[in-house]
C-alpha cells in the first residue's frame, strides 16, 4: 500500500489556509468536551476540601492547565481537523489522556504531583505531535509551529524535571514555571503569527465555530452551577427558607446565563494583528476561571450562608461582568463594539454588584438577581 492509499482512508490533517467557511462544530468536538464537566466537578469538591489560600492556588494552576489543552485542541479542530479516522482517533486518545489526568486533580490538590505530571505530559505529547505532522505536511506553517513546538519541549523537560528534584517548594516553583511555558508561547510568538498570517493572507479573527465552542465550556460551567444547587436541595429542603435560597440561587445562574448569551451572541472577533486575539482568549479565559469560582460560591453561600462566602460569590460575579464588558467593548477585536450606553450601564451593574459584600446575605442576593436579570433582559431588547 503507497502513501497515497494510506491517506485515503487514514487522512492528513487540513492545511491552515484551506478553511471551511461558516463550519459547524462536529460530535466529535462536542463529544471531547463532555470531559470537562468531571473536571469541573471536581475543581468545586475539592475547593470544598480544600478552603484556603493554597486550595485557591492549586486550583489555579490546575485550571489553567486543563484549559491550556482544551485551547489547544479547539485551535487545532479549528486550523486543520478534518472528518477522517485520523482525525477521530487522536481525537478520542487526547480524551482518555486528558481523563486520566483527571484522576489525579485530588492528588494534585494535596501536593502529590507526580501522578499529574507524567498523565499530562502524555496528553501533551498527544497533541505536540499533531502540531508537528502540520508542520511536515505544510511546511510554511513552520513560522509559527516551530518555536510553538519548541517552547513546548523546553516546558516538557522542566515539568518531568520536576519529579526527581527534592525540594517541594522548588518542585511547585518548576511546575508554575513550566505552566507560565505553556500558557504564553502562544502570546510571545504573536510576531511569527503576523507573520505567516500576512503572508498565507490569512485573516485575524476567531470565527463562529470557535466562539461556539467558548459559549459550550460556558455552558458547562453553568451546568455545574445547577447541579451543585440541585444536589443542595435534595439533601435540604425541609424548611421555606430553603427553597428561598434555591430560588435565589438559580436566579443568579440564571442571570449570568442571560448577560453572557446576549453580550456574546453573534459576536464577531477581528483585529489587525494576532495579539489582540490570543488576548481576547486570554480574557475570555479568565472569566470562565471565575464562572467556576461563581459555581462554587453560590453553592457553599446556600449550603451554609456564611458571610465569606458571600463576598467571594460577589467577588467573581462582579469579575464576570467586568470581563464580559472588556470582552464586549474594546475596539480593539470588536468591529462592532458595545454602545457607550451600554457600557456606562453594565459597567454601573458590576460596581452595584460589588458593594453588596457591604450588606447582609439576603438582600445582597435579591439585588444581584435582580440587576443581573434587570441588565439581561434590557440588552436583549437592545438586540
Same mark, same amino acid.
Given at each position: 500500500?503507497?502513501?497515497?492509499?494510506?491517506?485515503?482512508?487514514?487522512?492528513?490533517?487540513?492545511?491552515?489556509?484551506?478553511?471551511?467557511?461558516?463550519?459547524?462544530?462536529?460530535?466529535?468536538?462536542?463529544?471531547?468536551?463532555?470531559?470537562?464537566?468531571?473536571?469541573?466537578?471536581?475543581?468545586?469538591?475539592?475547593?470544598?476540601?480544600?478552603?484556603?489560600?493554597?486550595?485557591?492556588?492549586?486550583?489555579?494552576?490546575?485550571? !489553567?492547565?486543563?484549559?491550556?489543552?482544551?485551547?489547544?485542541?479547539?485551535?487545532?479542530?479549528?486550523?486543520?481537523?478534518?472528518?477522517?479516522?485520523?482525525?477521530?482517533?487522536?481525537?478520542?486518545?487526547?480524551?482518555?489522556?486528558?481523563?486520566?489526568?483527571?484522576?489525579?486533580?485530588?492528588?494534585?490538590?494535596?501536593?502529590?504531583?507526580?501522578?499529574?505530571?507524567?498523565?499530562?505530559?502524555?496528553?501533551?505529547?498527544?497533541?505536540?505531535?499533531?502540531?508537528?505532522?502540520?508542520?511536515?505536511?505544510?511546511?510554511?506553517?513552520?513560522?509559527?509551529?516551530?518555536?510553538?513546538?519548541?517552547?513546548?519541549?523546553?516546558?516538557?523537560?522542566?515539568?518531568?524535571?520536576?519529579?526527581?528534584?527534592?525540594?517541594?517548594?522548588?518542585?511547585?516553583?518548576?511546575?508554575?514555571?513550566?505552566?507560565?511555558?505553556?500558557?504564553?508561547?502562544?502570546?510571545?510568538?504573536?510576531?511569527?503569527?503576523?507573520?505567516?498570517?500576512?503572508?498565507?493572507?490569512?485573516?485575524?479573527?476567531?470565527?463562529?465555530?470557535?466562539?461556539?465552542?467558548?459559549?459550550?465550556?460556558?455552558?458547562?460551567?453553568?451546568?455545574?452551577?445547577?447541579?451543585?444547587?440541585?444536589?443542595?436541595?435534595?439533601?435540604?429542603?425541609?424548611?421555606?427558607?430553603?427553597?428561598?435560597?434555591?430560588?435565589?440561587?438559580?436566579?443568579?445562574?440564571?442571570?449570568?446565563?442571560?448577560?453572557?448569551?446576549?453580550?456574546?451572541?453573534?459576536?464577531?472577533?477581528?483585529?489587525?494583528?494576532?495579539?489582540?486575539?490570543?488576548?481576547?482568549?486570554?480574557?475570555?479565559?479568565?472569566?470562565?476561571?471565575?464562572?467556576?469560582?461563581?459555581?462554587?460560591?453560590?453553592?457553599?453561600?446556600?449550603?451554609?450562608?456564611?458571610?465569606?462566602?458571600?463576598?467571594?460569590?460577589?467577588?467573581?460575579?462582579?469579575?464576570?461582568?467586568?470581563? !464580559?464588558?472588556?470582552?464586549?467593548?474594546?475596539?480593539?477585536?470588536?468591529?462592532?463594539?458595545?454602545?457607550?450606553?451600554?457600557?456606562?450601564?453594565?459597567?454601573?451593574?458590576?460596581?452595584?454588584?460589588?458593594?453588596?459584600?457591604?450588606?447582609?446575605?439576603?438582600?445582597?442576593?435579591?439585588?444581584?438577581?435582580?440587576?443581573?436579570?434587570?441588565?439581561?433582559?434590557?440588552?436583549?431588547?437592545?438586540?
Amino acid at each position: 500500500m503507497d502513501n497515497q492509499e494510506r491517506k485515503s482512508w487514514w487522512g492528513a490533517p487540513r492545511k491552515i489556509t484551506d478553511s471551511i467557511q461558516d463550519r459547524k462544530i462536529s460530535w466529535l468536538e462536542l463529544f471531547s468536551d463532555l470531559i470537562y464537566v468531571v473536571i469541573i466537578h471536581s475543581f468545586v469538591e475539592n475547593l470544598t476540601e480544600h478552603f484556603s489560600l493554597t486550595g485557591f492556588v492549586t486550583f489555579w494552576v490546575l485550571f !489553567l492547565f486543563f484549559f491550556n489543552t482544551w485551547t489547544n485542541m479547539v485551535l487545532y479542530f479549528d486550523l486543520h481537523g478534518e472528518n477522517n479516522l485520523r482525525n477521530v482517533f487522536f481525537a478520542l486518545l487526547q480524551i482518555v489522556a486528558i481523563a486520566i489526568t483527571a484522576t489525579f486533580t485530588g492528588d494534585f490538590f494535596k501536593g502529590n504531583y507526580t501522578g499529574f505530571i507524567l498523565s499530562y505530559s502524555f496528553n501533551q505529547l498527544i497533541y505536540m505531535y499533531l502540531y508537528l505532522k502540520t508542520m511536515i505536511s505544510d511546511p510554511l506553517h513552520a513560522t509559527t509551529t516551530r518555536p510553538f513546538l519548541i517552547s513546548y519541549v523546553v516546558g516538557e523537560i522542566i515539568f518531568i524535571g520536576s519529579i526527581f528534584v527534592p525540594s517541594l517548594a522548588l518542585q511547585q516553583g518548576m511546575i508554575i514555571f513550566s505552566l507560565l511555558i505553556f500558557i504564553s508561547t502562544v502570546m510571545l510568538e504573536s510576531s511569527n503569527f503576523d507573520k505567516e498570517f500576512n503572508l498565507r493572507k490569512i485573516p485575524f479573527e476567531l470565527n463562529s465555530a470557535v466562539l461556539e465552542r467558548y459559549g459550550l465550556f460556558t455552558m458547562i460551567v453553568l451546568g455545574e452551577s445547577l447541579a451543585g444547587i440541585i444536589e443542595h436541595m435534595t439533601e435540604e429542603h425541609a424548611h421555606f427558607v430553603d427553597y428561598s435560597h434555591f430560588v435565589l440561587a438559580m436566579l443568579c445562574i440564571i442571570g449570568t446565563w442571560m448577560i453572557y448569551y446576549t453580550m456574546m451572541d453573534e459576536r464577531k472577533i477581528i483585529a489587525n494583528h494576532y495579539w489582540p486575539i490570543s488576548l481576547f482568549r486570554g480574557i475570555h479565559r479568565f472569566m470562565i476561571a471565575c464562572l467556576i469560582l461563581q459555581s462554587f460560591f453560590i453553592a457553599r453561600t446556600i449550603e451554609e450562608y456564611s458571610a465569606i462566602y458571600f463576598q467571594g460569590l460577589v467577588l467573581v460575579t462582579g469579575l464576570v461582568l467586568i470581563s !464580559l464588558l472588556v470582552l464586549s467593548r474594546w475596539s480593539l477585536f470588536n468591529p462592532e463594539p458595545l454602545s457607550n450606553i451600554e457600557t456606562r450601564v453594565i459597567g454601573l451593574a458590576a460596581v452595584v454588584i460589588l458593594l453588596m459584600s457591604l450588606v447582609q446575605i439576603s438582600i445582597g442576593l435579591v439585588v444581584i438577581d435582580v440587576v443581573l436579570l434587570g441588565i439581561g433582559v434590557w440588552d436583549w431588547a437592545q438586540k
